[in-house]
């Protein structure tokens, strides 16, 4: 069951992935990247794979060390686990710079590739991104109107 919930992981990340990436400017895309529940799946494969292993992954994410960490990793659950956690994570981090650049004018040409490097090294895309936002313009947000005084 552990190999079939790792394989499960991206199947079921990928068609969000694949919505900001090849389909940015579709409407239904926005609808459906704006929840954050779209991690939802993920979350929830990460939870079957975490739950019964609580006994062996908690002592070694209260006091971690590296042989610990790497021993809970060299397991067929600890390593499903992780990858669940990075996809899940991934895709979060995703959803927000996409959302986000879709706010600051930010082409989806130039997204693309960035969201390509989050889906495969995660951190090194939210750097990339953070570059991008930088160099943006800041979204408008709209102001609420002046209070009027009786008087």
């Known amino acids: 069951m552990t190999a079939a919930l ?7 990340a990928a068609p969000f992935w694949a919505l900001m990436i090849l389909l940015p400017r579709w409407v239904w895309t926005a609808r459906i990247v704006q929840s954050p529940l779209i991690v939802l799946p993920t979350l929830v494969i990460y939870a079957i794979l975490i739950i ?4 062996d992954a908690l002592p070694v994410v209260l006091s971690p060390a590296l042989d610990g960490v790497r021993e809970l990793l060299g ?22 710079a996409w959302l986000d650049s879709r706010d600051r004018g930010v082409p989806a040409l130039a997204m693309a590739p960035v ?4 889906i ?19 979204p408008t947000v709209a102001r609420a109107p002046e209070p009027q005084h009786l008087g």
Not at 6 to 12: G, P, R
Not at 52 to 55: D, K, Q, R, V
Not at 115 to 118: A, D, I, Q, T, Y
Not at 123 to 134: D, F, V
């Open 52 to 55: 019964p292993a609580l006994g």
């Open 75 to 96: 397991t067929a659950t600890g390593a499903a686990a992780a990858w669940a956690h990075m996809v899940a994570f991934d895709l979060f981090v995703g959803r927000w």
């Open 115 to 118: 969201l390509v490097l989050m």
């Open 120 to 138: 495969l090294l995660g951190p090194l895309g939210l750097a990339a991104y953070l570059t991008i936002r930088t160099r943006s313009a800041r």
């Open 6 to 12: 790792f394989t499960l992981t991206f199947a079921v």
